[in-house]
């Protein structure tokens, strides 16, 4: 079965810094993965996904993620944090297969200090 | 183009009552999902239509939810007997083709409460 851990329910940054929000899944197949936003009142958005191409993986507003196989992660990196980046941020996983639904993390709240 | 789109936004209830969720998706996606978000959580996976058929609804917790898509565009989330355990963001999502790599465009829920 299929599983996305997120590392910290709540991260803070300071605008203008680097923005790292964690992701590790489990998967008996490789598998394929997102990045969802959920701002404030508004339904949950793409932000980018990994259909085993490229594994580095360039999103909308200046967001990116690498694919490492080895350390079953799928991290989202910003280089420099906006005060409009505050969200809630969420990974999903797809295995496909017969695995029709996505399944996902718990989510982080994103912080953004002035 | 129009998004996905559910009503009621938010529906109050009672205990035991019987409750119907619409979801609308964009036009010319075949494939529909229902989601369940409780606070804190993120989404949980209920059910998968192709078509107008229910090609995976593992996702449902009991016999109590049932969902339906006759014409294999809108679709309809039933509860019957609420209970207060039910309360959460139910979200719809629906995608173009339905494979995995398809990208799930989301509406902006219903917030169903139970009283």
């Known amino acids: 079965a299929q599983s996305v851990t997120q590392l910290g329910s709540h991260v803070s940054v300071s605008e203008g810094a680097l923005v790292l929000l964690r992701c590790n899944y489990s998967s008996s197949v490789p598998p394929y993965l997102f990045w969802y936003v959920q701002y404030p009142n508004q339904g949950l958005q793409l932000l980018l996904k990994?259909?085993?191409?490229?594994?580095l993986v360039k999103g909308i507003n200046g967001f990116e993620a690498e694919f490492k196989k080895s350390e079953t992660s799928f991290h989202l990196t910003k280089p420099s944090a906006h005060m409009s980046d505050a969200a809630e941020y969420f990974c999903a996983v797809s295995e496909g297969g017969g695995a029709d639904g996505l399944t996902f993390g718990k989510g982080t709240h994103l912080i953004i200090q002035p | 183009g129009a998004g996905v789109s559910q009503t009621p936004s938010n529906k109050v209830t009672e205990k035991g009552k019987y409750v119907e969720l619409r979801c609308d998706p964009i036009s010319g996606h075949t494939a529909l999902y229902w989601y369940r978000q409780s606070l804190g959580q993120g989404p949980e996976f209920l059910i998968y239509f192709q078509g107008t058929g229910a090609a995976d609804d593992s996702g449902l917790p009991n016999d109590r939810f049932f969902a339906v898509r006759p014409e294999g565009s809108v679709s309809t989330l039933k509860i019957q007997r609420t209970e207060r355990g039910d309360s959460a963001v139910y979200l719809c999502?629906?995608?173009?083709?339905?494979?995995?790599?398809?990208?799930?465009?989301f509406g902006p829920g219903t917030r169903l409460t139970v009283l």
């Open positions: 999502a629906s995608s173009l083709t339905g494979t995995p790599t398809d990208t799930q465009y």
């Open positions: 990994y259909t085993s191409a490229a594994t």
